[in-house]
C-alpha cells in the first residue's frame, strides 16, 4: 500500500513539474523576435549619416549583419545595430539585415532595406552654352535636395585662350528645401576668341553652416569670331 501512495506520489509530482518546466523555457526564449526598421532615411553625397535598426523581443543580447547586397560606399552596420558613416555616390542601394538572438538555438529574422542617398545640390545644363552672334548665352538647372533652405550663388565665367576670364552670368537667390528644378539663364557679349564656359555654384545651409559646391564645365571651346 506503501509503494503504491509513493508511486502516486511521483506521479503527481510530474505531473505538476512539466507545466513549470515548459513555462521556464518559454519564458527563456523571450517574446518573438520582430525587426521594428523597415524603412531608411534618407542620406547625402559625402555627409555624415547615421541611424539604429530596431528589433524587438528575442534573447539579448543582439546581432545584427548585412547578408544580402551591400551598403553604399563609406557606410557600414554594425553588430549593435547602428548603420552610419558619409556615402561617396548617390544613387538606391539595396540590400538585406540580419538580425541574430542569443537562444539557443538562436533566432534569426532578415528585413530588406533601401537607402536612397541624393546629392545635397544638384546642378545639369538645360540650355548646353551657345554662341549667338558676339554673345555666349545659355542656362543651368538647379535643385535643392536637402530638408533645408539654401543661399544659393551662381556665377558663370567665360575664359579665353590667356586666362582671362568674363563673368556673363551671376545669380544670388533663396532656394528652399525640397524644391524642385529652378532654371537660372546667363549670357552676355563677348570680344573675339575661344571660351571655355564655367559655371560654379555655392550653396549655404545657415540651418546646419553647411556650404555645397558643383561645377559644370564646358566639354568644348565656343568661338568667337569679330564682327563686321
Request: charged content about 15%; glycine content about 8%.
Amino acid at each position: 500500500m506503501r509503494c503504491h501512495s509513493l508511486f502516486a506520489f511521483l506521479v503527481l509530482c510530474c505531473c505538476l513539474c512539466v507545466p513549470a518546466r515548459a513555462a521556464q523555457q518559454a519564458a527563456a526564449r523571450g517574446e518573438p523576435l520582430v525587426i521594428r526598421t523597415t524603412s531608411l532615411p534618407k542620406a547625402y553625397v559625402r555627409q555624415h549619416y547615421e541611424t539604429h535598426l530596431q528589433a524587438q523581443g528575442g534573447i539579448l543580447p543582439l546581432r545584427w549583419e548585412v547578408t544580402e547586397g551591400a551598403p553604399p560606399d563609406g557606410i557600414t552596420l554594425t553588430p549593435d545595430g547602428v548603420l552610419s558613416g558619409a556615402a561617396t555616390a548617390s544613387g538606391e542601394f539595396h540590400f538585406v539585415v540580419t538580425v541574430t538572438d542569443s537562444g539557443r538555438p538562436a533566432v534569426q529574422r532578415n528585413q530588406p532595406l533601401v537607402l536612397t542617398v541624393a546629392a545635397p545640390l544638384l546642378a545639369r545644363w538645360s540650355h548646353y552654352p551657345k554662341v549667338n552672334g558676339q554673345r555666349v548665352e545659355g542656362a543651368i538647372m538647379v535643385s535643392n535636395q536637402t530638408e533645408q533652405d539654401f543661399d544659393l550663388t551662381v556665377i558663370v565665367l567665360a575664359v579665353n585662350e590667356i586666362g582671362r576670364a568674363t563673368a556673363i552670368g551671376y545669380q544670388h537667390i533663396p532656394l528652399q528645401a525640397n524644391s524642385g528644378e529652378q532654371e537660372i539663364p546667363f549670357g552676355d557679349n563677348l570680344p573675339a576668341g575661344a571660351y571655355e564656359i564655367n559655371a560654379d555654384v555655392v550653396a549655404e545651409a545657415a540651418a546646419t553652416n553647411s556650404i555645397y559646391r558643383a561645377r559644370l564645365v564646358s566639354n568644348e571651346k565656343l568661338q568667337i569670331v569679330q564682327g563686321p
